[in-house]
């Protein structure tokens, strides 16, 4: 279960605890109480930088820079906090618990407890570098070998393609195409994050997004993460048309069912979904395009879903049938209400349409 932010604001404290103690218990240092004060203080702001609480654009423009400037900023943002730290610590153990004999002795840093902060920080950094290259999910799912053996489940599964970037490469050539969808995914990870998603692939310019279905359904999370990313777009604008000159624009096809989860590759390890929800969401996916539909979703997905939030109505657009699939899949295109009186299409099983 992932930790949520304010949750999180009382884990840190706990894990920066830990983290002291251990010091203090390595290289005995006393009092352990002090130690683990300080290590709370300390370990505190770095951990909620790390979890966006803490300076959020600083660390996204940080995490988007080349591995190597990454490693020697975040290093250097580390050792900023820790300085602080430290000292603020230090000012706490000696005025309220008069911890050495002056605030200035308090505040030394002994090149031992130096060493330890930057190990443990250069270790967090690297750890984060990894989660961030291969996806937060399928890391702690390798690391943890969930599905080193295959398991059945039910997902839910997002293509979310990224409309004419054929055109802006045509246009502006392909480095410039390529920095455009770079930036264009960099801007999908958070409303991704926040709906508890994950990113799984990216496919030229379609993401693949995927959430365990309870997690997905849960206040209709997989919607909410398409139209937040849409928001997100709206209100980036002014810096989409100064940067590149258009704002993107985008396609959706969302769909659910059981696959098989698996941990393959030997060299490169990569989690594997097999079923024919992938494909019938790619399906979908092209059936968006011929529908000329922002927002695609199946009906299966939607009857999981129930009642759609207030702000979201459901167009029923009948069944269609699909390459590769033998029965004809019921869809509706998901929108937000022009208003809050507009009452919501329902959707219906009728005979297929194309």
Not at 180 to 209: C, E, H, K, M, T
């Amino acid at each position: 279960m992932r930790i949520g932010p304010p949750w999180f604001l009382l884990v840190a404290p706990g894990l920066g605890a830990l983290a002291g103690l251990l010091y203090g218990t390595l290289f005995d240092v006393g009092p352990l109480t002090g130690a683990a004060i300080r290590g709370a203080i300390i370990g505190t702001p770095i951990l909620l930088y790390e979890r966006r609480l803490l300076a959020p654009r600083l660390r996204d423009r940080i995490r988007a820079l080349a591995t190597p400037l990454f490693l020697i900023a975040t290093v250097a943002l580390y050792i900023g906090l820790i300085v602080i730290g430290n000292a603020v610590a230090s000012t706490v153990l000696n005025k309220l618990f008069r911890f050495m004999y002056s605030a200035r002795n308090a505040m030394l840093m002994t090149d031992t407890g130096l060493l330890y902060a930057l190990g443990i920080s250069a270790l967090v950094v690297f750890v984060f570098r990894v989660r961030d290259l291969i996806g937060p999910g399928v890391f702690a799912n390798l690391l943890i070998g969930r599905y080193h053996r295959p398991i059945s489940e039910e997902r839910i599964f997002l293509f979310l393609d990224v409309t004419g970037s054929t055109h802006f490469a045509d246009r502006y050539g392909d480095r410039e195409a390529q920095a455009y969808i770079g930036q264009v995914f960099n801007a999908l990870a958070l409303p991704v994050s926040r709906a508890r998603g994950s990113i799984d692939d990216y496919i030229g310019d379609l993401a693949l997004v995927t959430w365990p279905l309870d997690r997905g359904l849960r206040d209709a999370a997989c919607l909410r993460c398409v139209f937040d990313f849409e928001a997100r777009l709206a209100a980036e604008a002014a810096s989409w048309r100064s940067r590149f000159g258009q704002v993107p624009q985008f396609r959706a096809a969302l769909h659910c069912g059981p696959v098989v989860t698996a941990e393959i590759g030997l060299e490169r390890h990569k989690i594997a979904y097999f079923g024919d929800v992938v494909n019938t969401t790619a399906r979908l996916e092209a059936l968006s395009k011929t529908l000329g539909v922002h927002v695609l979703v199946s009906a299966d997905l939607l009857d999981r879903i129930g009642e759609l939030p207030d702000d979201l109505i459901a167009d029923d657009l009948g069944a269609h049938a699909l390459r590769g699939r033998a029965e004809p899949l019921a869809v509706a295109a998901i929108r937000r209400r022009s208003s809050r009186a507009a009452p919501v299409v329902p959707l219906s099983s009728r005979a297929a349409t194309g």
